[in-house]
Every structure is written in C-alpha cells, then in structure tokens.
C-alpha cells in the first residue's frame, strides 16, 4: 500500500490504519481470517487501545496474528492509553508506565511503535507524561509519541514539556462529520457551520507535521452508525455511488478515497472487521478524486459554502 510519513519522523506508513476497536465483538476464527486478510492486502499499520474489549482486542489480536518476533518485524502497532473505564481519564505518570507494560504484554511484544493519549485528562500534569514518555522511549518500549481528541493548545502544553515530538492526533472525522474542514471554509460567518470546535484543529497539525488518523471514517455523529446506505443521507449515498461506477470500484472506496484527497495527507484509521470491506478500503490509496468531485461529495453530505 502506499506509504506516508507519519507526523515528521521519517517512519513511513501505509496510508490506511486498521483499527480494532470492535475486534472483540467477532469470534477466533473471524478474527484470524480478517487479521491475515489484512496483511494480504498490504494493511501492517493496526491502531489498538488498552480499553478496546478491556484488553480482550490486543490479546485477540496477538493470537489471531500468531504473534512472535518474525511477525512482529513486518507489522507496525499503534496502541492508546488513558482511559480508565472505572474512573475515567488518567495521564498521571503512573498509569501510563502500568498501561504501557499491560499493553505488551496481551500484544506479546517488547515493544510499541506509536502510543497515543487516548482522551484528554483533565488532571493531567504536563510534567508527569514528560516523564512516563522519556523512561519509555529509554527503556525501548515505546519508539513514537502522540495523542488523541486533542485541541491545539492542548497538545502545545505538551509540547512544552515532552521532549519527543508528537507524531499524530487521531480525531473524529468523516465525510458526514467533517466539522474541523467546514469551520475553516466558514470563517467568521454568522451561520453555525462557522462554529469552531476544536481550535482549529486541522491547521494547527498541518502546520506542526502532526498526522491526523481520521477515526470512525463511515460513521456520522457518535457511535449513531454509518451513513453508507442509510436513507438520512440519500444525496451523499448517491453521489458515492455515482462516482464509484465511474472508477469501477465500491462506495466504500470513496468514502475513503475523499479523505485521502485532502493535502493534510490524513491517515484514517478502519473499524470494520468484514475483509472485503477493508480491501475497499485499503483500495482508495490509489485513486485521486478530482477536486470537483471531493466538493460535490462534501456538499451532497449537506454541508453548504458560504
Ligand atoms: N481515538 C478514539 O477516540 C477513537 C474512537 C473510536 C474509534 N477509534 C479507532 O478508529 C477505528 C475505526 O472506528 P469505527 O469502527 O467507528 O470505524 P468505521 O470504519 O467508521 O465503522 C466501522 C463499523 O461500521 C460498520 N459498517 C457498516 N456498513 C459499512 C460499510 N459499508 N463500510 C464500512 N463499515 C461499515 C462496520 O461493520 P462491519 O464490521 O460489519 O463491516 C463496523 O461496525 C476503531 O477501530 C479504533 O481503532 C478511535
């Protein structure tokens, strides 16, 4: 598949991330299948979370993939932190030091490629994830740092203290949920597409080399289900399905091949656990819509231009 850089590191990555966020809702056998169709396709780059499943994804995950040092060579694995389902967020030092070694341990490796910060915390102590990043990256467990939902001035704070640079900042963002593109189109209107939400999210990790890893890329509002075939979106549906009879490929493709499109060179992160719409997906890094068709699609989602 083809590769990017991920945030300004030089660490080339395949253009689609497999997510698992819904891999322990499937059974041993699927997930195995879906795994191995994955690399098949030229899909090595998988984003986990200690809380998918509570653990069960990054343990499925090791098994499904037979994990061992030969494998782990060929793969690139992203995992988060941060989320304690019982007591919600936790940046403290501490837990991410514990989190990471829980994290290594179900995936059945010594190390990690990228962890991000799941969602913002906001007892964070700049000082102590500083910390937690530096005896990490010493210790060899962890070789790349980012976040996740996070604000600019969020990750500036960071910035001042942690030495590493981040890499990327993986945020909700879909055609049908493309808040962060459409403020930018509506600046300073009276209207509440103008609304801005995050800070200017998008400039500020272009400007910063940071790599936004669009999450949930077929779903519109949260956890609301996806907007492919669902009859709320018959224009968009429509046009996707217009656009893919032109490039002989799939809807599925263009949903993703309209994020690809953006300079901000995206790297958006699948959820689903079906192989054949996965290799739809991974299909999209090599078409190139043309501007007019990323706008019609952007406006047949129901987004306007000022
Ligand atoms: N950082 C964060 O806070 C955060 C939050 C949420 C997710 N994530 C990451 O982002 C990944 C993707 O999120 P997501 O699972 O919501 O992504 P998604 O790709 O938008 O959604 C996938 C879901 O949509 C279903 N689906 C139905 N029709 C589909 C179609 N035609 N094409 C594709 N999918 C279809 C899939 O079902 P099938 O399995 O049957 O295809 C699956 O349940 C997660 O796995 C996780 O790694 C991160």
Redesign the pocket.
């Known amino acids: 598949m083809r590769t990017i850089n991920l945030g300004q590191t030089g660490f080339q990555v395949p253009v689609v ?1 497999v ?5 322990s809702k ?1 059974g041993k056998a699927e997930a195995e299948t879906f795994v191995k169709s994955a690399l098949d396709f030229g899909a090595y780059f998988f ?3 200690d809380v ?1 499943g509570r653990g069960l994804a990054e343990e499925m995950f090791a098994e499904a993939i037979g994990m061992s040092p030969a494998v782990r060579e060929k793969i690139i694995l992203q995992t ?1 932190c941060g989320i304690r389902p019982e007591a919600a967020f936790d940046f403290s030092r501490d837990h991410i030091l514990k989190a990471v070694d829980a994290s290594l341990k179900r995936l059945k490796t010594d190390y990690i490629d990228v962890l ?1 910060l ?2 913002p915390d906001a007892l964070m102590e700049p000082e102590e994830v500083a910390e937690a990043f530096g005896i990490l990256q010493g210790k060899g467990k962890v070789r790349y740092f980012g976040v ?2 996070q604000k600019p001035m969020q990750i500036e704070l960071l910035r001042k203290y942690v030495k590493q640079p981040i890499v990327a900042n ?3 963002l ?1 055609i049908a949920h493309a808040g962060m593109i459409r403020q930018g189109i509506h600046v300073n209107s009276m209207d509440d597409a103008a609304a801005d939400r995050d800070g200017s999210v998008l400039d500020y990790c272009r400007l910063h080399g940071i790599t936004i ?1 669009p ?5 519109y509002g949260f ?1 609301q ?2 907007f ?2 669902n009859p709320k979106f018959p224009e968009l549906n429509a046009k996707l399905v217009e656009i893919a009879k032109k490039y002989s490929v799939s ?2 493709t263009i ?1 993703m091949a309209w994020l690809l499109r953006h300079p901000a060179r995206f790297q958006p ?6 192989p054949e ?1 996965l290799r ?2 991974v299909k999209a890094a090599e078409i190139t819509l043309s501007r007019d068709e990323w706008y019609a699609i952007y406006l047949a989602a129901g987004n306007v231009l000022p």
Do not use: I
């Open positions: 991330a997510g698992f966020w819904r891999l499937v984003d986990h979370a998918y988060k991000l799941h969602r996740s939902n993986q945020l909700q879909s890893q999450w949930s890329p077929f779903q956890d289900g996806t492919l075939e809807n599925t949903v992160v699948t959820g689903t656990m079906k719409r739809d997906c």
